[in-house]
């Protein structure tokens, strides 16, 4: 069964400073990872996903995350905040299974930009 | 491209009421998930279908969750009767196809409050 595990539910920077939100995943078969934001009152969007090949992965509006097989993570990382960047950050692992493929995402990070 | 789109957006309703949620996916798009995220949580998948079969209902309580998706389009969740701990955003997102790497694009959801 796979499952994800986001390091700190809040996270708080001050605006221009690096954001780094933590994931690890468990899985018992080749994972393919996501990272969704989710304003206030909107649905998840996707801002980046590792399926296969590098695993430095670049997203949208500056986002990239690394995929680290050996540590078991993919934390995503921005090199300098922007008050629009508030919000709330899920991983998602998902992987083949007995029903198909399924995500399962961590329980989130809520982050806030500091002007 | 149209969004997945969802109604109500949101919901009040007393306990042991009926409710219903519906959905209409993005165009051509083979799978459909409704997952329930309650609040201070990632979102968990309650049931996913493949054109208008159900791939995935394990995670369904079935004795008060049924979910249909007509003609392979549009999809509707009920709850019949609701509880307390039923209040919670409920997200609809489609995929192209249901493979794993398969990107999956969310609606702006549905927040029931059950009182």
């Known amino acids: 069964a796979q499952s994800v595990t986001q390091l700190g539910s809040h996270v708080s920077v001050s605006e221009g400073a690096l954001v780094l939100l933590r994931c690890n995943y468990s899985s018992s078969v080749p994972p393919y990872l996501f990272w969704y934001v989710q304003y206030p009152n909107q649905g998840l969007q996707l801002l980046l996903k590792?399926?296969?090949?590098?695993?430095l992965v670049k997203g949208i509006n500056g986002f990239e995350a690394e995929f680290k097989k050996s540590e078991t993570s993919f934390h995503l990382t921005k090199p300098s905040a922007h008050m629009s960047d508030a919000a709330e950050y899920f991983c998602?692992?998902?992987?083949?299974?007995?029903?198909?493929?399924?995500?399962?995402f961590g329980a989130g990070t809520i982050l806030r930009v500091k002007s | 491209e149209a969004g997945v789109a969802q109604s109500p957006r949101y919901k009040i309703i007393e306990k042991r009421q009926s409710v219903a949620f519906w959905c209409n996916p993005i165009s051509g798009h083979a799978t459909l998930y409704w997952y329930q995220q309650i609040l201070g949580q990632g979102p968990k998948l309650l049931i996913q279908?493949?054109?208008?079969?159900?791939?995935?209902d394990s995670q369904l309580p079935k004795d008060r969750f049924s979910a249909e998706r007509l003609k392979g389009v549009d999809s509707t969740l009920k709850i019949q009767p609701a509880k307390l701990e039923d209040s919670a955003v409920y997200l609809c997102?489609?995929?192209?196809?249901?493979?794993?790497?398969?990107?999956?694009?969310f609606g702006p959801g549905t927040r029931l409050t059950v009182l």
């Open positions: 590792y399926t296969t090949g590098a695993t």
């Open positions: 997102a489609s995929s192209l196809a249901s493979g794993v790497a398969d990107t999956q694009y």
């Open positions: 279908f493949q054109n208008n079969g159900v791939v995935d």
């Open positions: 998602a692992v998902s992987a083949l299974g007995f029903y198909g493929n399924k995500l399962v």
